[in-house]
């Protein structure tokens, strides 16, 4: 079965997976031979939990160093699967950085890819004049303790809405650049910046991208209309600083009621485009 297929395999049962994992030592989710990757450990201890070959379909695919407390994959299984058992068991198999939180079976139409209707990140930074507290280390960003929050949230409020995000996006050969930014705003609480991220879905890099253009508004490097501007170049912007991995997490991934599934999965298929604009290429 691939990644394309919208339902399970004949006689087969379709399993979710919630997963969580510290990405510091991972080369990314996406499996790469002779690589330690989070696709790569789950795969591995599942196919010997379940005693049968385990392919696993994600919601979105992280980058090396990038963290999920909410990430999402499914796969298809013939075996007998008990779901609170497989928790248990794959808690012994898996190493401390990745862990399997739940265990559920959705219906057959459920793709943990095509059938999300959003998803959430977090990027976390520290104003504090001594950095990350050691035990954050792995997962927030140090900063400028003058950075002016106000202009950051201006700039924000400026990327909302659909786009094309190229200037902020690693060009994939054939991949559209037009996303729908549905939030970007920060909160603070005592030195921790925390940057709320969601779109329907987001490319190479994207995410980090529009922290690391928004933050050099903060820093007085950048105005929020500089930032705006972006939105009508058509290719990756040398301006553009990416933000450090390690301070952005997955957080959560929405999708639609049972009966929604199958209709979702074939829209997120289609070639979407700027109203206005051309020259996109297909998802």
Avoid at 12 to 36: E, K, N
Avoid at 84 to 90: G, N
Wanted: aromatic content about 6%; some cysteine; proline content about 5%.
């Amino acid at each position: 079965m691939t990644v394309e297929d919208a339902g399970s395999e004949p006689g087969a049962v379709r399993v979710r997976l919630d997963i969580g994992y510290d990405g510091t030592d991972f080369i990314g989710w996406a499996r790469q031979p002779g690589l330690r990757t989070v696709q790569g450990v789950l795969e591995e201890s599942l196919s010997k939990v379940l005693r049968e070959p385990v392919q696993l379909t994600v919601a979105g695919r992280t980058d090396a160093g990038v963290h999920a407390e909410g990430q999402v994959a499914h796969f298809d299984t013939r075996a007998e699967v008990d779901g609170p058992r497989l928790v248990h068991r794959l808690a012994r198999f898996l190493p401390k950085d990745v862990r399997v939180k739940a265990v559920s079976f959705p219906p057959s139409e459920f793709d943990a890819r095509f059938s999300a209707v959003r998803r959430h990140y977090a990027y976390r930074l520290t104003t504090a004049p001594y950095g990350a507290e050691p035990l954050q280390a792995r997962s927030v960003v140090a900063c400028r303790s003058d950075v002016d929050l106000d202009a950051m949230r201006a700039a924000s409020r400026e990327l909302l809405g659909l786009h094309d995000f190229a200037a902020f996006c690693r060009r994939r050969e054939g991949a559209t650049t037009v996303r729908e930014l549905q939030r970007f705003d920060w909160e603070r609480a005592g030195d921790l910046l925390t940057a709320h991220v969601s779109a329907d879905a987001f490319c190479w890099s994207m995410v980090r991208s529009l922290v690391g253009a928004v933050l050099a508004v903060g820093e007085g490097r950048r105005s929020p209309e500089w930032v705006a501007g972006l939105l009508l170049e058509r290719e990756r912007s040398s301006a553009v600083t990416v933000a450090p991995a390690h301070g952005l997490s997955l957080v959560a991934v929405d999708y639609p009621p049972a009966a929604e599934l199958a209709a979702r999965n074939a829209r997120t298929r289609e070639v979407r485009t700027v109203p206005g604009a051309e020259g996109c290429c297909g998802s």
